[in-house]
């Protein structure tokens, strides 16, 4: 049997019908991918007529799979993986030998996150170059990544929409007190809402979910001194002028006369690698983007 040109099925229709399938709208998948709303229902009604098969239930209600289109969503999105992935190997074979990365991230994550990474990419690629950047809030972070100054972010999630992120790790917010031999073994809400604390200001964006996690149970900190510079605090939790609530490396290190606990109710936030989803990324970044997620990816 010969094989008819007009049979064959194209990459780009797999992969608009990977951003239909995910939009489950037409115009919202014709958003996403950068082209007409036209070309998404004609490369989804000419890849129909290749299979012979109806992939999409069309109505008010939007698009959505048919059993057939949901299995072979299954086998599309493989190819579509596998053929980034052609890609992208392709790339970091190209361009390895010099060059700079910019990292854009927070000092917590700059100190305790990232020296392991940055040795392995350093080790494999001597002739790449690292500039590290360090800012004081995560939106920051994104800001850079928006304006051009930073590669690679490492920042709380969600993250802005018009950037792609991997989740690589959860930060525990943690109650530090002075050491005391009359504190329990547990930490009640009761106990916690009683304590002196130090706490950085309200409006800080890193600890705004822990004001939110606890005042949406009904309890209230008794904050006596607000100070924005974590290691400050901790010092002076060290000393016994009152406790705080803190992400874990923030913390970090934790002097031994004081005391950890969970809250309560445990609170985490998580942390993620993120790049721009539209930027054109030249080999280095994927290099090192590729490093990162293989040492704290988990």
């Not at 993250?159 to 989740?167: E, F, K, S």
Request: glycine share 6%; aromatic share 6%.
């Amino acid at each position: 049997m010969k094989d008819n040109p007009q049979n064959r099925i194209k990459l780009s229709q797999l992969k608009i019908l990977v951003a239909v399938a995910q939009q489950q709208n037409f115009s919202e998948a014709a958003l996403t991918l950068g082209i007409s709303q036209s070309a998404v229902s004609h490369a989804i009604a000419s890849l129909e007529d290749t299979l012979g098969v109806s992939l999409f239930l069309r109505g008010r209600f939007g698009a959505r799979l048919t059993p057939t289109g949901d299995k072979i969503l299954t086998h599309a999105s493989e190819i579509v993986d596998r053929s980034e992935a052609i890609l992208k190997e392709a790339a970091l074979s190209k361009g390895l030998t010099s060059g700079q990365v910019r990292v854009a991230t927070f000092r917590s994550l700059a100190t305790h996150v990232l020296p392991a990474p940055l040795v392995a990419f350093q080790r494999q690629f001597p002739g790449l170059k690292v500039r590290l950047n360090e800012y004081d809030d995560y939106l920051k972070v994104e800001q850079a990544l928006r304006e051009g100054q930073a590669d690679i972010g490492l920042t709380c999630l969600p993250a802005g929409t018009d950037i792609t992120t991997w989740d690589i790790l959860q930060d525990e917010y943690v109650v530090l007190l002075p050491d005391s031999d009359a504190l329990p073994q547990a930490l009640t809400w009761e106990l916690l809402a009683a304590q002196p604390l130090i706490m950085p200001p309200v409006d800080d964006l890193m600890m705004r979910p822990v004001y939110e996690h606890i005042n949406r149970l009904g309890y209230w900190l008794n904050v006596v001194n607000e100070i924005k510079t974590d290691a400050t605090t901790v010092k002076l939790v060290a000393q016994g002028l009152g406790g705080t609530i803190l992400p874990r490396l923030a913390a970090e290190p934790i002097p031994d006369t004081v005391r950890v606990y969970a809250l309560p109710i445990p609170l985490v936030r998580h942390i993620g690698v993120a790049i721009l989803t539209e930027g054109l990324q030249p080999p280095p970044v994927y290099a090192l983007l590729e490093t990162l997620l293989e040492n704290l990816g988990g």
